[in-house]
């Protein structure tokens, strides 16, 4: 794994921001990348949601990761109140395959490194919603699943020269 210390940019207008301006925070783009099966990640994300910041949890799930809050959300209506965002793991579906995801990143947000958080620490809490391991091997795993041939451009052309239409 791969860590990085990154400064925030100033945001341009009011949508949301990972932190606030000036606040540094710790990514890691996991190298190799982790390789989960769909079916994995949406566990994850079942767990996370019985574990939701409006449930008085501490995950926040959505379809491109989870979030690592500091407490349940308290705010007025369902707002992040006095909760801190602490980290997240961010994924990408059907790469390199159909019916996989890819968790290329880890971020801790400078809040969540002054309690001590690592990458490999929010990595590691959020796998065990879903019982899995971010343990050595899972992490280095040898051989992903192949590409999936039908999404490759040299293959979809070579197949099109072959049949004439090219």
Same mark, same amino acid.
């Given at each position: 794994?791969?860590?990085y210390t990154v400064e925030s940019p100033k945001p341009v207008h009011k949508?949301?921001?990972l932190t606030r301006p000036g606040q540094l925070a710790v990514q890691s783009q996991i190298r190799p990348a982790l390789v989960l099966p769909e079916r994995e990640a949406r566990v994850l994300l079942a767990a996370a949601a019985r &574990?939701? +910041?409006a449930r008085g949890g501490v995950f926040s799930a959505g379809p491109a990761g989870i979030q690592l809050w500091s407490s349940a959300w308290d705010g007025p209506g369902g707002s992040h109140g006095t909760a801190v965002h602490l $980290?997240? +793991?961010d994924w990408s579906y059907d790469t390199p395959a159909r019916?996989? *995801?890819t968790v290329y990143r880890v971020l801790v947000t400078a809040p969540g490194a &002054? *309690? $001590?958080l690592t990458t490999e620490s929010v990595l590691q809490r959020v796998m065990a919603l879903g019982g899995l391991s971010a343990e050595g091997a899972t992490l280095s795993m040898? +051989?992903?699943p192949p590409r999936d041939p039908f999404r490759s451009t040299e293959l979809r052309a070579r197949a099109a020269s072959?049949? $004439?239409l090219l």
């Open positions: 794994m791969t860590v949508s949301f921001r &574990e939701d +910041v $980290g997240s +793991v019916h996989y *995801i &002054e *309690i $001590g040898a +051989v992903p072959e049949s $004439g």
